[in-house]
């Protein structure tokens, strides 16, 4: 392998942006953030550790999810999960986010860089409920940077394109689960577990 080990290999190999392209961040949201923050149902948010181990984390809800509490504030509900906190461990000991925001169909993001800070409740909290259940907690970011990112990896990769799909391509959620995680429990039960059922407990802590 030829490794690059310094910015300056780095630019010789791949080149300078565009102005445009450099220049394209922003302090604060614009009305069209907005829309497109109100259209979301996912966001993957981006964090490490204060020793440098890093952590990347889905967060899903209906469409407009993430609250925006002014042009430069938003907040994202937390809701029941694996409980390895991960990214709020993270968090606690290097403030620093990166999101991404994502509209199905869509092949641009929306990509907001911040500081973040746990909340474990708000007023706000209320205008957060999902099927009646408040958030466990908020993720509150301070914005620093917003700006969109192109489409070209989406166009790559076809994700949008049904044609493309291939759901059984890996082992399914239960074969994973019996080889790698639960050894113990029969493929049967993994299988009923994460059936159809899995999706009434979203909202519920177990």
């Not at 474990?120 to 914005?143: S, Y």
């Not at 082992?171 to 039960?189: F, M, T, V, W, Y």
């Amino acid at each position: 392998m030829t490794e690059i080990t310094s910015e300056a290999q780095l630019r010789e190999l791949l080149g300078e942006p565009l102005p445009r392209v450099a220049e394209k961040a922003r302090p604060g949201l614009h009305d069209y953030d907005k829309q497109w923050l109100a259209s979301s149902p996912l966001c993957l948010v981006a964090t490490s550790h204060a020793d440098g181990s890093c952590d990347v984390s889905p967060k899903g809800d209906p469409p407009g999810f993430t609250r925006v509490l002014d042009d430069t504030t938003i907040a994202i509900p937390e809701r029941p999960g694996n409980r390895r906190l991960d990214g709020f461990r993270n968090i606690l000991t290097n403030p620093h986010v990166g999101l991404i925001y994502l509209i199905p169909g869509r092949a641009d993001t929306l990509r907001i860089n911040g500081r973040a800070r746990l909340v474990r409740d708000a007023p706000f909290f209320d205008q957060m409920r999902v099927k009646g259940h408040r958030p466990l907690l908020a993720l509150v970011v301070a914005i620093d940077q917003v700006f969109y990112h192109c489409a070209k990896a989406f166009l790559r990769s076809n994700l949008w394109q049904p044609a493309s799909w291939d759901p059984q391509a890996a082992p399914s959620r239960a074969q994973i689960a019996q080889r790698l995680e639960r050894p113990n429990d029969a493929l049967e039960d993994l299988e009923r577990y994460y059936g159809p059922a899995y999706a009434e407990g979203l909202y519920r802590i177990s």
